[in-house]
């Protein structure tokens, strides 16, 4: 992980469908200066005042992560959202015309396509970090998440279904590079008897092919079939990567997930950031309260004194929330 906070070069952006609405949306990505955090902003209402994703400004986790309330609530974030996490950006501005991001293809890659045709600015300031100290574990049913110590973020995952996709499990240790190879082109999954219901009820009105696995009882119906054997699981570590990434600092821990989604994982963070005791904040730059500083600390050459912001110098404020 980088020790230090990072933005993005140039500004960034993308049209796509948005997977509730059906809509054509359009993101503009833009740099913010150090200890910025990572802000949305509706273009589209007449109350745009950006939102910090931040987990106390998650809405909603029903169907997808939602940030905001009212006109400025925003939807679909999570896929951008690990995308951001696994390259460790934290200093973004994202811009979007309507109620969700695009869905795009179903997984972060096209995100991490994206940030990546833009390049990095690495910024001259140190990165926190969180380290779990003491375990925790939240149940709903048979489903659970649980995180506890470790020196490395790492995941394991068993996601449990009937019919074709089965038992499915995996175990994930972060570097950024294993994110964007390994978890960032998992898509989307859904059953089709789900799809056809939602479909009923006025949702997931741009969903499809080509930006879900669609499974049905005899197996997948997208004609190409899958990119992972294991793609559903390694979907749901996507997942779970968008979802810590409302921490707003990379949670350094051994998370382990049985059959657990959005809200299980927006509670985590929100015990762990509420509860004191289970975390510890670490400055990524100082090597005297960092236990695994091989992962945690970059040679000073690789910081490169660059300007605060992309050639585009739009300078933004912090948005009062
Ligand atoms: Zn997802």
Sequence with gaps: MHAHQKTIKHSLQIRGKGLHTGQMIDVTIRPLPIDSGIWFKRTDVSDSRAILAAAENVSDTSLATSIGWGQRRLSTLEHLMAALGGLGVNNIMVEINGPEAPILDGSAEPWVNLLNTAGFQILNAPRAYYR?????????????????????????????????????????????????????????????????????????LGGGLDNAVVVGDDGILNPEGLRFQDECVRHKILDLIGDLSLAQAPIIGHFT?????????????????????????????????????????????????????????????????
């Excluded at 490395?152 to 964007?180: L, Y």
């Excluded at 004191?276 to 400055?283: A, H, I, M």
């Design 132 to 204: 779990v100290v003491k375990p925790l574990k939240l149940t709903d049913g048979d489903k659970f998440l649980a995180v506890e110590p470790n020196p490395d973020f790492t995941v394991d995952f068993t996601i449990d279904f009937p019919g074709f996709i089965k038992t499915q499990k995996r175990h994930f240790k972060f570097s950024e590079t294993a994110f964007a190879n390994e978890i960032s082109p998992a898509r989307t999954f859904c059953l089709l008897k789900d799809v056809e219901m939602m479909k009923s009820q006025g949702k997931a």
């Design 257 to 321: 997930g049985f059959k657990t989604g959005h809200s299980l994982n927006h509670k985590i963070v929100t015990a762990l950031l509420n509860t004191p005791g289970y975390l510890e904040k670490v400055d990524a730059a100082s090597p005297v309260t960092v236990k695994a500083s091989r992962t945690f600390v970059a040679p000073l050459k690789t910081v490169l004194n660059p300007p605060l912001l992309g050639p585009d110098g739009d300078r933004a404020p912090i948005f009062a929330n």
